[in-house]
Nanobody
Framework: QVQLVESGGGLVQAGGSLTLSCATS????????VGWFRQAPGKEREFVSG????????AYGDSVKGRFTISRDNVKNTVYLRMNSLKPEDTALYSC??????????????????WGHGTQVTVST
């Protein structure tokens, strides 16, 4: 069984930065593709970013391209999401998810088998 624990959320002013972490256990991170999703109150879940298990290919949602960067450290079994130039519309609960699937990182919620509980990010004006 794979466990995922997010951390690093908090309150930040618009234009600021945060780095989220997704610590994995139960399997080696090298066997997992990982994605980040977010959901704001009253809104649908949105794909933020993903990183593949094999070649480190990355994908980003249109709203975060150029501002967010995903990376992984297989030794520390942790995936990071660096978020720069944060906007109030980035406010949401951010969750990481994992899958054993190969290939380009999926932006589809149903493609992931394991989920963390999330970490709240609030961006003030």
């Amino acid at each position: 069984q794979v466990q995922l624990v997010e951390s690093g959320g908090g309150l930040v002013q618009a234009g600021g930065s945060l780095t989220l972490s997704c610590a994995t256990s139960g399997r080696s991170l090298s066997t997992l593709a990982v994605g980040w999703f977010r959901q704001a109150p009253g809104k649908e879940r949105e794909f933020v970013s993903g990183i593949s298990r094999n070649d480190g290919a990355t994908a980003y949602g249109d709203s975060v391209k150029g501002r967010f960067t995903i990376s992984r450290d297989n030794v520390k079994n942790t995936v990071y999401l660096r978020m720069n130039s944060l906007k109030p519309e980035d406010t949401a609960l951010y969750s990481c998810a994992a899958t054993l699937s190969w290939g380009y990182p999926s932006g589809t919620y149903g493609s992931y088998n394991y989920w963390g509980h999330g970490t709240q990010v609030t961006v003030s004006t």
